[in-house]
Structure formats: structure tokens, C-alpha cells
């Protein structure tokens, strides 16, 4: 029937009611409003976690966790609230209240402000028939309008072959020497959609970044404006379902080779349980930062390859190192692994800790004032290494080694015995002192080409001049 093709006895509003109205299907049980929607991406913009988002907004974990995952941790509507114009959820629950309670619909429309027929044409359009007869419910309603409200813009890449084409070349493209045959690298597993698989080879490609395709677009194409596209396009055509431009497997070809985008937020200020607000760097006793003061260290690890890792402790003035042996616990690999049980590794917190007491408690007290450590969790158990100690921790704030210098420094000259790649667990302990008695006398150019043990030596006859050491 066309839409001109009036019935007999229909209502004067009967056009109107099915103005660019499809029929639509059952909702079942709708989703969470747009309004729901927004509130949850602003709080992931904030940096907390999916599942701490979701319950703020209301929804279950898996229902958060399908949202971010499903558009690859971008945000996939605008974050704009809409304008006063269009009917909000609030003014629909209080419209199916009203309607519950047999209220008139001018009488409605006078307690929310609206325009009568505005009203009207809800109570008409949006009502839910699943029961054969029209009822007006919130949820549904505002499910309905949220559906006729999509306007749904076909990606750029997807109208455009040759700029698909273009893009999808110089992010995955094969290498291919100077006569053109194509080289094939290292043999590679198929992509399965893990987010940042750890290390091993990958798939040698032309490896172009988005910004770089975006940028190098105008220089290649001048005088076709039809080749543009933003880099942020690109991005949402990877990570986002439904966009239909570029396999997602692609995502591989990127740099960082997630499989999620991570919010900017997240990223900065990534939680640590452990990291209280009176052991981060800037609560340091302001002495730890001036190298004239003995007794400063900073510490972190070296990781090799099947969990296997070093410790590395530095003190700030002389530069003098220890190894902190971090052996494989009994039942490495012999045990299953027990969820939430100890870390046989060695670098658990609790091995962390009796091994990097050891090692600190053979120094004077006056020697260790303080220890400046990475943000990982191998040292949660801080607060009871500085009982033991009497050493008190401080963190370093989230991806910043400049604020640890001496440590990343030392452990740039450690790769040169303990290489990226490497088992380290098949040193014993007198092989770490060995290396670092090697290094401590080695001139170094910032002390004047002495060495860090002749300086060490020096503060240690220093304080035993001035008080009696205490060595625990």
C-alpha cells in the first residue's frame, strides 16, 4: 500500500504515525539507553577499569566488557548530549507514569513542558505492541526512538576501493626486494585476536602507521581530493565492528599490536593497589634526590626469557651495584598453576622481598635510607621490607624511567653479560656477584674515572669515622 493510500477509517494522523517509519523488530529485552551508554565511555575515558565503569552505569560486567570489546576500546557514539529538542529517558519514564495513572495528554504535555502534540505523537509512535494492543513503556520507547534515530553513514573506505586499497597496502603490504619479488620473512602463527601476544616473530609488512598513510596521502594524490582520509578514521575502521572497511586482523600490522585500543587515560594511570599515596616519588625526603647524600638506591628488574629475572639494585652517589638472585621456587613447572597462589618464578612479592632484604641488610643502615623502585607488583610487599630494613620505598610515577636515571642506565650496561632473550635463571648467585664486582671496579667517566667501589669505600669510612655502622 502506498504510503498516500489512506484506509478507510484511519486516524487523521496516520501518515504522520509512518513517516519514515519501518517496521521494526521485538526488542526482547531492550538495551541500556544512549544516555547509559555515554556516562559508561565517559568513565572508561577516565581511566578506571570495564568492569568498575559498568557497575557506576548500572549494567553487568559482561554487558561492559561486550561494549568496549565490540568497538575496540574507542568510543564508538558521540559523547554529546543531545539537545533539548528530542525527549530525554527521564521525560519518557515520566510519561509512561503519567499515561499508568490515566493523565490526559495536554495535561502531560503542560507538566513537562512539551508541545501536546510532541506527546501525542510518542505515546503513538513509540508504545509497545508485542500484546497486540499499544502500552506505553519507557524502556521500549526509548529503544524505539534510539533505532529511528540511527542514521548510519557508510565508511569512507567501503564507498572508495582504490583509497580501501591504499590504505590496506601500506599498513599490511608484503616487502618486496629492489626487482620486486616479494620477501617472506619469518613464518608466523595465524592471528587469533589476542591483545599484544607476547614476544615472537612477526609478520615482516610494509608497517606504514596511520598518520603516516594520512599524511603521505596529499603528496601522492594532489589533485584528488577524494584520496584524503583522517588517521583516526583508520584507526576506527581496525577497532570498531560493524565499520566494514578493514579486516580486524590487521590490527596486527600496527605497531603496538593491540588488539584493543587502550583508552589515553588508562594508559597514564594504570592501577596499582600496591602504590599508595605516601610511598610515590614525590613524597621522597628531598636529600634522595641530591646525589651528594649517600645511601639513595634505585632498583628494578632485568626480565629473560621463561620468567626468569634479575634484581638490580644501584645507589644513586657512587653508582655501585648489587644482583639480587631471584631463583625458580620448588615446583617450577612440576606444579600446576593455583589462581591467586604464590609465584614460582622468583619474582613473586613475597621472594621479591626475602631476596632483596639479603641482599640490602648487608650494607650500614646509614648506607640504605632509601629505595626508589618501578611501578611492578614484584614489590608489593614493601611494607614489610621497610620493617625489616628500616629502608623506606618510594614508586616511580607510571611510565617515567627518567625518574629512576642511575637504574636504567645500569641495566642498558647489564645487557651487555645478560642479553634481551636469554634464560637468566641459569645463573647462580656467584655468578651475579662476580658481575657486578666487575662493574663496581670499572671507571666510570661521571666519577671521575674512579671507580664506584673506591667511592663506596670512601662513604663507608666516612660514616664509621663519624658513629658506629649498624648492620643489622
Known amino acids: 500500500m502506498a504510503r498516500s493510500d489512506k484506509p478507510a477509517g484511519a486516524r487523521r494522523q496516520w501518515a504522520a504515525d509512518r513517516a519514515l517509519r519501518a517496521p521494526m523488530r521485538s526488542p526482547g529485552r531492550p538495551e541500556p539507553s544512549r544516555a547509559v551508554q555515554r556516562q559508561f565511555w565517559r568513565l572508561i575515558a577516565t581511566g578506571i577499569t570495564t568492569v568498575e565503569a559498568a557497575a557506576q552505569v548500572g549494567v553487568s560486567s559482561p554487558v561492559g566488557i561486550r561494549w568496549f570489546r565490540h568497538a575496540g576500546g574507542m568510543t564508538p557514539i558521540r559523547l554529546d548530549e543531545p539537545v533539548g529538542r528530542y525527549l530525554s529517558f527521564d521525560e519518557r519514564e515520566e510519561i509512561a507514569i503519567l499515561t499508568s ?206 620468567r626468569s629475572a634479575i634484581g638490580t639494585v644501584v645507589e644513586r652517589s657512587s653508582r655501585s651495584i648489587l644482583l639480587v638472585h631471584l631463583p625458580r621456587l620448588k615446583g617450577w613447572r612440576d606444579t600446576p598453576r593455583v589462581k591467586n597462589g604464590p609465584a614460582l618464578s622468583g619474582y613473586g612479592a613475597e621472594a621479591m622481598n626475602l631476596a632483596l632484604q639479603a641482599s640490602m641488610t648487608r650494607l650500614p643502615l646509614q648506607l640504605r635510607q632509601t629505595l626508589t623502585w618501578d611501578r611492578g607488583t614484584e614489590l608489593a610487599a614493601h611494607a614489610d621490607f621497610t620493617h625489616a630494613t628500616g629502608t623506606k620505598v618510594f614508586f616511580a610515577n607510571p611510565h617515567s624511567p627518567w625518574q629512576r636515571p642511575t637504574n636504567e642506565n645500569t641495566n642498558g650496561v647489564l645487557r651487555q653479560y645478560f642479553p634481551k632473550g636469554t634464560d637468566l635463571s641459569r645463573w647462580e648467585a656467584h655468578d651475579l656477584e662476580s658481575v657486578a664486582l666487575a662493574l663496581n671496579n670499572r671507571p666510570r667517566k661521571v666519577l671521575g674515572f674512579r671507580t664506584p667501589a673506591e667511592v663506596f669505600a670512601e662513604q663507608l669510612e666516612s660514616i664509621q669515622n663519624g658513629s658506629v655502622a649498624t648492620t643489622d
Open 101 to 306: 495513572q490515566d493523565v490526559g495528554v495536554r495535561e502531560i504535555a503542560r507538566r513537562l513542558g512539551r508541545d501536546p502534540g510532541t506527546i501525542s505523537r510518542e505515546l503513538r509512535r513509540n508504545a509497545a505492541t508485542r500484546g497486540g494492543k499499544p502500552v506505553y513503556r519507557a524502556g521500549v520507547a526509548q529503544w524505539k526512538a534510539q533505532q529511528a534515530a540511527k542514521r548510519p553513514k557508510v565508511a569512507k573506505m567501503v564507498k572508495n576501493p582504490r583509497l580501501r586499497d591504499y590504505v590496506q597496502d601500506r599498513l599490511a603490504g608484503q616487502l618486496q626486494h629492489e626487482d620486486g619479488t616479494v620477501v617472506s620473512g619469518p613464518r608466523t602463527p595465524v592471528w587469533k585476536g589476542l591483545n599484544k601476544p607476547h614476544r615472537g616473530d612477526r609478520k615482516w609488512s610494509i608497517a606504514w602507521s596511520p598518520e603516516q598513510i594520512s599524511n603521505r596521502l596529499p603528496l601522492d594524490f594532489p589533485d584528488d581530493e577524494s584520496m584524503r582520509i583522517s588517521h583516526e578514521a583508520i584507526y576506527q575502521s581496525l577497532y570498531i565492528e560493524g565499520r566494514g572497511a578493514l579486516k580486524r586482523e590487521l590490527v596486527a600490522a600496527l605497531r603496538t599490536r593491540r588488539a584493543l585500543r587502550k583508552p589515553r587515560a588508562r594508559s597514564k594511570s594504570s592501577p596499582h593497589g600496591h602504590v599508595t599515596e605516601e610511598v610515590v616519588i614525590s613524597q621522597r625526603p628531598a636529600e634522595a634526590a641530591d646525589r651528594a647524600v649517600p645511601g639513595q638506591w634505585e632498583g628494578d628488574l632485568i626480565i629473560g626469557t621463561g
